[in-house]
T-cell receptor, first 116, second 115 residues
Framework: EAEVAQSPRYKITEKSQAVAFWCDPI?????LYWYRQILGQGPELLVQ????????DSQLPKDRFSAERLKGVDSTLKIQPAELGDSAMYLC??????????????FGPGTRLTVT | AQKVTQAQTEISVVEKEDVTLDCVYE???????LFWYKQPPSGELVFLIR??????QNEISGRYSWNFQKSTSSFNFTITASQVVDSAVYFC????????????FGQGTELSVKP
């Protein structure tokens, strides 16, 4: 069964350093989402791509976070510089997006980031 | 604004007990979708069910059942005869029609099923 791949699974970094996460969605899925999940809370959307275009980055802290999906397939989320408050699980999800918002999203295993 | 509330932070039951996880949502939109996801300790969220706002039929899938009531803006999830493998964090989520598919999650309910 096809899965969403993410790497690394765990990342420890010092504050002010740069960090990057990678996501490979299920083949054929046009829509890719990055969510951040703080311990004890539900995931919150950071950025959404439709193919290679950003369709929603309203909750992305753009002074330090950036995301790209250059060929409309895999995606990279970067934080520079990392802050202590960025410690969280970063989840990638993908969907076919046949329209309307009813699509099931398939999630990857996440990257757990710890900033020291 | 849209919001999902899961008032139960943690629930602990003994195996074979029935358990209901509550979910209350807020939206002024008339067309929307409600989801339940399971997050086991491994971390990835697993899709369980989707309902649209026009379909209030309850659904049963094995030991799982869902009760959707628009009158109370609730979409509750019941596990019958719980098992240890049901231990996980369960999330209720809302998606609004034609708003790109973004999921608005509740804070989750951690279910612990003890043998």
């Amino acid at each position: 069964e096809a899965e969403v791949a993410q790497s690394p699974r765990y990342k420890i970094t010092e504050k002010s350093q740069a960090v990057a996460f990678w996501c490979d969605p299920i083949s054929g899925h046009a829509t890719l989402y990055w969510y951040r999940q703080i311990l004890g809370q539900g995931p919150e959307l950071l950025v959404q791509f439709q193919d290679e275009s950003v369709v929603d980055d309203s909750q992305l802290p753009k002074d330090r976070f950036s995301a790209e999906r250059l060929k409309g397939v895999d995606s990279t989320l970067k934080i520079q510089p990392a802050e202590l408050g960025d410690s969280a699980m970063y989840l990638c999800a993908s969907s076919l997006n046949v329209g309307g918002g009813k699509d099931e999203q398939y999630f990857g295993p996440g990257t757990r980031l710890t900033v020291t | 604004a849209q919001k999902v509330t899961q008032a139960q932070t943690e629930i602990s039951v003994v195996e074979k007990e029935d358990v209901t996880l509550d979910c209350v949502y807020e939206t002024r939109d008339t067309t929307y979708y409600l989801f339940w996801y399971k997050q086991p300790p491994s971390g990835e969220l697993v899709f369980l069910i989707r309902r649209n706002s026009f379909d209030e039929q309850n659904e049963i899938s094995g030991r799982y059942s869902w009760n959707f009531q628009k009158s109370t803006s609730s979409f509750n999830f019941t596990i019958t005869a719980s098992q240890v493998v049901d231990s996980a964090v369960y999330f209720c989520a809302l998606s609004i029609y034609n708003q790109g598919g973004k999921l608005i999650f509740g804070q989750g309910t951690e279910l612990s099923v003890k043998p």
